[in-house]
């Protein structure tokens, strides 16, 4: 008799450790189902990064073909800038020699004009190339070279 009650304790304890490692599969269980469930959204995620890395490439190649158009394009456009500032200071340039040889000419058309004597009454003056409407001519265009040297003047100021 002695060994029945040994028998029924050993089984007892048995089936107790056989309900811990039930107990123990069932929570692997669910354990595993969680991370097969966490694999899939990990696989989800894996999958939209790659095609988000992939539109940020093709971003980035628009990018560097957009800039590679706008240098192209600024190139262009400083070279157009470049030469027409070259023609604008070669305009400028002709520009002040005529304004120089006009304010040469009028200063001989000065310096050659006298001033004319009174003439008597009864004599009638016939009107020489020097008189009449060239004299105002000439002081009409020593008047615009003065305004425009005034205004030059004031441009070289302000810059």
Do not use: W
């Not at 992939?54 to 073909?65: C, H, P, Q």
């Not at 192209?72 to 070259?86: N, P, Q």
């Not at 003056?125 to 265009?141: E, M, T």
């Amino acid at each position: 008799m002695s060994s029945l009650p040994f028998g029924i304790i050993v089984e007892s304890a048995v089936a107790v450790l056989l309900m811990l490692t039930i107990g123990y599969c069932i929570l692997l269980n669910d354990r595993l189902k969680k991370l097969h469930a966490d694999r899939d959204a990990l696989k989800q995620m894996i999958g939209d990064l790659i095609r988000a890395t992939d539109m940020a490439n093709s971003a980035i190649k628009g990018l560097r073909e957009a800039a590679t158009e706008a240098d192209a394009t600024l190139t262009s456009r400083m070279e157009e800038a470049d030469r027409f500032a070259v023609e604008l200071a070669n305009h400028v340039t002709a520009g002040r020699t005529v304004m120089d040889r006009i304010a040469r000419v009028t200063d001989t058309v000065r310096r050659n004009q006298a001033p004319a004597a009174p003439a008597p009454q009864a004599q009638v003056k016939a009107p020489l190339p020097g008189d009449g409407p060239i004299a105002p001519s000439a002081k009409g265009a020593q008047a615009a070279l003065e305004r425009l040297a005034a205004h030059q003047r004031r441009r070289e100021s302000a810059a």
